[in-house]
Nanobody, 121 residues
């Protein structure tokens, strides 16, 4: 599987940004979003089944972030609203097979290259 995350950039606090993850090469069951801030460990953001029917989202993201799938394309979106400087990180998408929406990055097999999101105060 080849994954291409994009959509990052610079945004002011309180603003919004939408990230996309395009998948190619083979189908998969679960796609997860993770992020890693400087000096911190990689953390779970959200996950979605490929059919879009089940989703999981981290507590810090609830009410602000939404994960969805574009039915017409092999693309998964991460809509991020009410962004805070603490959301500054490199955001990665990753995939795995199976039916469980794991939140551990160790459970994901294939990773994209990441896209940098910077939220200014």
């Amino acid at each position: 599987v080849q994954l291409q995350a994009s959509g990052g950039g610079l945004v002011q606090a309180g603003g919004s940004m939408r990230l996309s993850c395009a998948a190619s090469g083979r189908t998969f069951d679960i796609l997860g979003w993770f992020r890693q801030a400087p000096g911190k460990e990689r953390e779970f953001v959200a996950a979605i089944t490929w059919n879009g029917r089940r989703k999981a989202i981290a507590d810090f993201a609830k009410g602000r972030f939404t994960v969805s799938r574009d039915d017409s394309k092999d693309v998964v979106w991460l809509q991020m609203d009410s962004l805070e400087p603490e959301d500054t990180a490199v955001y990665y998408c990753a995939t795995r097979e199976g039916s469980i929406l794991y939140s551990s990055s160790n459970e994901y097999y294939y990773w994209g290259q990441g896209t940098l999101v910077t939220v200014s105060s």
